[in-house]
């Protein structure tokens, strides 16, 4: 079954609707979105008309994960050049997306965490993850987390006296409310993929992407290893853009840059992210 053929994706969509309806004066979030939800529910209110009333935000520049924010009318005829993003915090001041509360989780520097060890110490705690947005490391032991603000009371201000505190990968930590640097972009790390292909074709992209011959990448898309802009990809012919999301099962994501620039033999230059 296709995504947005789905009872979840059917579901977001009224959840999403609703916050429209309650957009009077204020804006209101959703719970935080993972980049699949984000796509497709971005296609879903460009088709209702909901686009220039819509912000998708995730606490810092460079979030995956990230919260829509309903804006009301007056914020949408109000915004220059479509930035609804500033004409929020222009009419409603800094605070105006202060549902998303930047948080800093500090270890005893006795081991390094990754991601996992972050977010399974969290989610240890009987929070839901639409309730957690992204989780970007300062340094080893220590990262900034981006959580709703009653998620942010509850870590901040939580009793966890008979559980010996908050524990990351058994080790105990302190999590406080934090404000963030100046300028504070949140890195994506991603290797750079760059190569010639014959066409646009996702097999031929595949094979590109994965160093794999063309026979190869065939093999995958039909066996179902491939997804395209989030979906399962269906036709080996389909046609990759620029933009295009690439996931191949055991090998990893990428971001095509671009399929262009014909070569003197009339191949194309592809370049792509491949995210790390």
Request: charged fraction near 30%.
């Amino acid at each position: 079954m296709r995504y947005r053929d789905s009872d979840e994706f059917k579901l977001l969509c009224r959840r999403a609707e609703d916050a429209f309806a309650r957009a009077a004066g204020d804006l209101v979030p959703t719970a935080f979105l993972n980049p699949a939800e984000q796509y497709f529910l971005g296609q879903y209110l460009r088709e209702r008309g909901y686009a220039d009333r819509a912000v998708f935000f995730g606490g810092a520049p460079g979030a995956q994960r990230k919260k829509l924010f309903a804006c009301p009318e007056y914020i949408a005829a109000l915004s220059e050049n479509g930035d609804l993003y500033g004409a929020a915090v222009s009419f409603l001041g800094e605070d105006a997306f202060g549902e998303i509360c930047p948080l800093k989780i500090s270890g005893g520097g006795f081991r390094d965490f990754t991601h996992r060890d972050y977010l399974g110490g969290i989610l240890a705690l009987g929070l839901d993850r639409s309730a957690i947005g992204d989780i970007a490391p300062i340094d080893e032991y220590s990262a900034y987390i981006f959580v709703s603000r009653k998620v942010a009371g509850f870590l901040t201000a939580g009793d966890f006296s008979e559980t010996g505190g908050i524990r990351i990968a058994k080790d105990r930590v302190k999590i406080e409310r934090t404000t963030l640097p100046a300028g504070y972009v949140i890195e994506q790390k991603y290797k750079a993929v760059t190569d010639t292909v014959a066409s646009e074709r996702l097999d031929c992209v595949v094979a590109a992407l994965c160093n794999l011959s063309r026979e190869a990448a065939k093999e995958k898309i039909l066996q179902k290893e491939v997804e395209q802009n989030y979906e399962t990809a269906e036709e080996i012919s389909a046609e990759v853009k620029a933009g295009d999301h690439i996931s191949v099962r055991g090998v990893g994501k990428f971001l095509v840059e671009s399929v262009a620039d014909p070569t003197k033999k009339g191949r194309l230059r592809l370049v792509a992210k491949k995210f790390i």
